[in-house]
Every structure is written in C-alpha cells, then in structure tokens.
C-alpha cells in the first residue's frame, strides 16, 4: 500500500471529468447548453463517429474575449452565477465545470468573438494543457470542437457503445433541447 499524497491537478481534472463526460452526448449537451445560456437564436451541430471522433457546435450567441475564454477553461469558473447566490440561477450551467472537464479528457478547441471586437480569438486545451488564446477569423457567435473524445483517460473508451448508439444517444440530447427551446433553430449533421 502506497503513502496517502496530494494528486496533480491534472489527474485530479480527468477524474472529475468523467462526472461531467460519460459519453459523446453529455459532451454535446454541456456544449450546446453553454450556447443557449449564451443567448444563441441558431445552433449548428457536426458529428462524427457519433461524437466520438468530432463534436462541433457553432452559435451565434454573446461570444466570448479573449480573458474570459482564458476563465472559461478553468474550474470553478462561470458568468452564469450571480456573486454569491446559489438562489440566484437563471441558466442550464453554473458550476464552470463543462469545458474544463471536457479539456481534460479530449482536445477542445474555442473560437470565439464578441460584438464589435476587431477579431475573434482561439484557444485549445489539449488534455488538460490549454495554449493560446490567439486572434482568429470568426463573424460571429462561437465555434466550439471537441476531438479525440477521452484521448487522455483512453480506458474511458471501452465504456462507449457502437458509433450508431452514440449517435443516437445525442440525437436524443439534441430532440430534448429542441424542444425545450422551440423559438431556438437546431441543426445536426
């Protein structure tokens, strides 16, 4: 039996990811959640291998700069929740927990840009190692792409099912939001 010790950051992130990120669709669901909290009118979602390969979803919501999207990965981080009040929420999220745990297993990529901002902005976390954020090309909203699902955690990946059931299970995410959200445009391919 080893001596009881601190674990790393990094290892303490892939084990609370699996929390948030069982699958392709929870992935899918905190990523298209985010949108619509940020005010999104149309949500575009591309898939591959059901999600396993590739999720994207590009918005057309508030967008984020360059020092918030530095925030937006790390846990704990949030513009959803009020200073602090818990009574308070009016959003899907607010624990700032979705797209650090999503970092931490997979590599996660965000474009994004704000109203009036001379250029967008990129930033990618690859496995829980984040570089950038860098001026990117952009007109609006945001692009989030999640690739290489549980690349860092890969005994994660013998849990999924068939591309096909994985698929399913997001097109259900997506019927779910859709209507939940009807004044709200989805489009998934």
Do not use: Y
């Not at 965000?110 to 954020?133: K, N």
């Not at 699902?149 to 299970?169: I, W």
């Amino acid at each position: 039996m080893h001596k009881i010790r601190q674990l790393p950051d990094r290892l303490v992130n892939q084990i609370a990811a699996g929390e948030v990120v069982e699958r392709p669709a929870s992935a899918l669901k905190e990523l298209a959640e985010n949108a619509l909290d940020a005010g999104a009118a149309k949500l575009t979602i591309t898939l591959k291998s059901g999600g396993i390969e590739e999720i994207t979803v590009r918005d057309d919501g508030r967008g984020m700069d360059a020092d918030e999207m530095t925030l937006a990965v790390r846990r704990h981080a949030t513009s959803k929740l009020p200073e602090d009040s818990l009574a308070e929420i009016k959003s899907l999220g607010f624990r700032g927990e979705a797209l650090p745990s999503i970092g931490a297993v997979a590599r996660l990529s965000i474009t994004s840009i704000t109203a009036g901002a001379p250029h967008a902005w990129q930033l990618v976390v690859d496995a829980g190692v984040p570089r950038g954020p860098e001026p990117a090309a952009l007109a609006n909203g945001s692009v989030i792409s999640v690739t290489q699902l549980f690349k860092a955690v890969p005994a994660r990946l013998k849990f999924l099912k068939t591309e096909r059931t994985e698929q399913g299970q997001c097109l259900d995410v997506m019927k779910r939001l859709a209507m939940a959200w009807p004044h709200v445009a989805f489009h998934l391919t």
